[in-house]
């Protein structure tokens, strides 16, 4: 959900002449937390980039309890790493 408070505070300091560069650099952080969120939402399945589904995974490498991809947009060419962290196990069978 955006935050249009946020939004307004941001704007209030950009059209301030002294907190221009303060309210540009709060609105970048803005757009980099809303990205995180859309990502999420689609379940990291569509570029953050450019919103293709194109997109190449490397080895996953754990460090448990996080791992993590590289990933690649086969249609703008951006690169990431998708970050992953452990939620618990599933399939326990107690050794006989
Ligand atoms: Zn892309």
Redesign the pocket.
């Known amino acids: 959900m955006i935050d249009i408070q946020r939004l307004e505070d941001i704007k209030k300091l950009i059209c301030t002449v002294d907190h221009y560069e303060e309210g540009v650099r709060h609105l970048n952080l803005f757009i980099q937390e809303a990205a995180q969120t859309q990502y999420l939402e689609k379940e990291g399945e ?7 589904n ?2 190449q995974g490397g080895s996953v490498d754990v460090d448990s309890p996080h791992a993590s991809q590289p990933m690649s ?6 690169t990431w790493t998708d970050q992953y962290q452990l939620t618990g196990f599933a399939d326990l069978k107690e050794g006989a």
């Open positions: 569509h570029c953050p980039t450019c919103g293709s194109d997109l947009c086969g249609d703008c060419r951006a």
